[in-house]
Nanobody, 117 residues
Framework: QVQLVESGGGLVQAGGSLTLSCTASGRTDTIAAMGWFRQAPGKEREVVARISWKNGATYYAGFVKGRSTISRDNVKNTVDLQMNSLRSEDTAVYYC??????????WGQGTQVTVSS
């Protein structure tokens, strides 16, 4: 089992920046990748970014590419998502996730990001 705890959400003005952090504990040796999804009210959950635990390869959804950076610290078992130039449409609950052994996916509890225009 892997446990995930997020932090860093909050209220920010449009054009501002925010960094979300996720700390993993438990069987972190089984983690293959970590990343972030988000879910806005009335919309489906969508992937934001992910990073390979082994080689650091990254993926960004089109709507954050060029505005966000995902990074990992394999020693501290943390993943950060720095988001810049935030827009009102970035308002959502952001969920950290981890891909573990046997294609198991673990989820954090979610952190609210609200961008005011």
């Amino acid at each position: 089992q892997v446990q995930l705890v997020e932090s860093g959400g909050g209220l920010v003005q449009a054009g501002g920046s925010l960094t979300l952090s996720c700390t993993a504990s438990g069987r972190t040796d089984t983690i293959a990748a970590m990343g972030w999804f988000r879910q806005a009210p009335g919309k489906e959950r969508e992937v934001v970014a992910r990073i390979s635990w082994k080689n650091g390869a990254t993926y960004y959804a089109g709507f954050v590419k060029g505005r966000s950076t995902i990074s990992r610290d394999n020693v501290k078992n943390t993943v950060d998502l720095q988001m810049n130039s935030l827009r009102s449409e970035d308002t959502a609950v952001y969920y950290c996730y981890a891909n573990g052994a046997g294609a198991t996916t673990y989820w954090g509890q979610g952190t609210q990001v609200t961008v005011s225009s």
